[in-house]
T-cell receptor, first 114, second 112 residues
Framework: NAGVTQTPKFQVLKTGQSMTLQCAQD?????MSWYRQDPGMGLRLIHY???????DQGEVPNGYNVSRSTTEDFPLRLLSAAPSQTSVYFC?????????????FGEGSWLTVV | AQSVTQLGSHVSVSEGALVLLRCNYSSSVPPYLFWYVQYPNQGLQLLLKYTSAATLVKGINGFEAEFKKSETSFHLTKPSAHMSDAAEYFC??????????FGAGTTVTVRA
C-alpha cells in the first residue's frame, strides 16, 4: 500500500512565488489534513477536509488554500510564499472523523522560502 | 480546548536504560491520546493510542503508556532503550473529530 503520498519532498521558493504541495491517499479515507512542523512547536493544523467538497480552517490557515475535489487528493496551495512559511509540511488522513481513529501521515515536504 | 505539554525537549539515555517521556494534557472532555515517533527526515508513525479501553496501553517497539486521569498525564516508557529508539517523540490529544493537538516534541538520544 502506498498510504499517504506527498510531492515534492524538497522545494526552494523565492518570496512571492506560488506553489502547490500535492497529497494523495489510496486508503479511501474521508478525512484529510495538512500540518506544518516547526522546531519547538510540534505540528500545527493548517487546513482539513471531512470529505470531498468540504474543507475548513485549522489553527494556522493564513497564506494557504486547499480544495478537495476527490476523496484521494488534497493539495495545499501557497498563494504568495513568505519566509515565515519555511517549514516541513505533513499531509495526513484518517478513515472517519472519530476521535480515536488512527491518523496516517505522509513522509513530509521540506519547503524553504528565500 | 485541548493542549499538550511535553516535559523536556531532549532526553539522553544509555543503551539498556529506561526511557521515560512525560506528557501532560488538558481537555474539557475525555480525551483520546496518542504517541507518535518521527525518525530523521521521515513522517510520523503511530506508537500507541489511548481510547478509553484500558489505562495501560501497549504499543509497537516495546513502548507503553499509562493514562492517569487524576494527574492528566500520559507518560511513555520503554524498559530498555535500544540505539534504534533515537528519534523525536510527539504526544498528541484529540477531543473533537480527528483534529490533533501536538506537544512540542521530545528528542531522544541513546548513548552506547
Amino acid at each position: 500500500n502506498a498510504g499517504v503520498t506527498q510531492t515534492p519532498k524538497f522545494q526552494v521558493l523565492k518570496t512571492g512565488q506560488s506553489m502547490t504541495l500535492q497529497c494523495a491517499q489510496d486508503m479511501n479515507h474521508e478525512y484529510m489534513s495538512w500540518y506544518r512542523q516547526d522546531p519547538g512547536m510540534g505540528l500545527r493544523l493548517i487546513h482539513y477536509s471531512v470529505g470531498a467538497g468540504i474543507t475548513d480552517q485549522g489553527e494556522v490557515p493564513n497564506g494557504y488554500n486547499v480544495s478537495r475535489s476527490t476523496t484521494e487528493d488534497f493539495p495545499l496551495r501557497l498563494l504568495s510564499a513568505a519566509p515565515s512559511q519555511t517549514s516541513v509540511y505533513f499531509c495526513a488522513s484518517s478513515l472517519t472523523g472519530g476521535s480515536g481513529n488512527t491518523i496516517y501521515f505522509g513522509e513530509g515536504s521540506w519547503l524553504t522560502v528565500v | 480546548a485541548q493542549s499538550v505539554t511535553q516535559l523536556g525537549s531532549h532526553v539522553s539515555v544509555s543503551e539498556g536504560a529506561l526511557v521515560l517521556l512525560r506528557c501532560n494534557y488538558s481537555s474539557s472532555v475525555p480525551p483520546y491520546l496518542f504517541w507518535y515517533v518521527q525518525y530523521p527526515n521521515q513522517g510520523l508513525q503511530l506508537l500507541l493510542k489511548y481510547t478509553s479501553a484500558a489505562t495501560l496501553v501497549k504499543g509497537i517497539n516495546g513502548f507503553e503508556a499509562e493514562f492517569k486521569k487524576s494527574e492528566t498525564s500520559f507518560h511513555l516508557t520503554k524498559p530498555s532503550a535500544h540505539m534504534s529508539d533515537a528519534a523525536e517523540y510527539f504526544c498528541a490529544v484529540s477531543e473533537q473529530d480527528y483534529k490533533l493537538s501536538f506537544g512540542a516534541g521530545t528528542t531522544v538520544t541513546v548513548r552506547a
